[in-house]
């Protein structure tokens, strides 16, 4: 994540680490779940389709919530940078 700030600040796009409550508590599950599925140090086709589904389940969340409309991102922030006076 701190990369991506540096990144984002670079190609001049705004961005914090100000996370709303949907992208903190993504964050949080899946650490716990992680956490659960490895913490015996074994591994089977099992816990990898539980880390999977977490991960689609995940992807599905920001699906349905889709980006605030408060939120800028590249291409709009490219279209409305631009502007030609003549």
């Keep these: 994540v701190p990369l991506c700030v540096i990144v984002s600040w670079i190609?001049?796009?705004?961005?914090?680490?100000?996370?709303n409550t949907t992208e903190t508590g993504c964050l949080a599950i899946s650490i716990i779940i992680?956490?659960?599925?490895l913490q015996d140090?074994?591994?089977?086709y099992m816990k990898g389709l539980v880390?999977?589904?977490c991960y689609i389940v995940i992807g599905a969340c920001f699906a349905v919530i889709g980006t605030p409309p408060n939120k800028a991102n590249i291409m709009n922030i490219a279209t409305t940078s631009t502007n030609i006076v003549f």
């Design 34 to 37: 992680t956490a659960f599925t």
């Design 11 to 19: 190609m001049g796009v705004e961005m914090d680490l100000d996370f």
């Design 41 to 44: 140090g074994t591994s089977h």
């Design 51 to 53: 880390l999977l589904l």
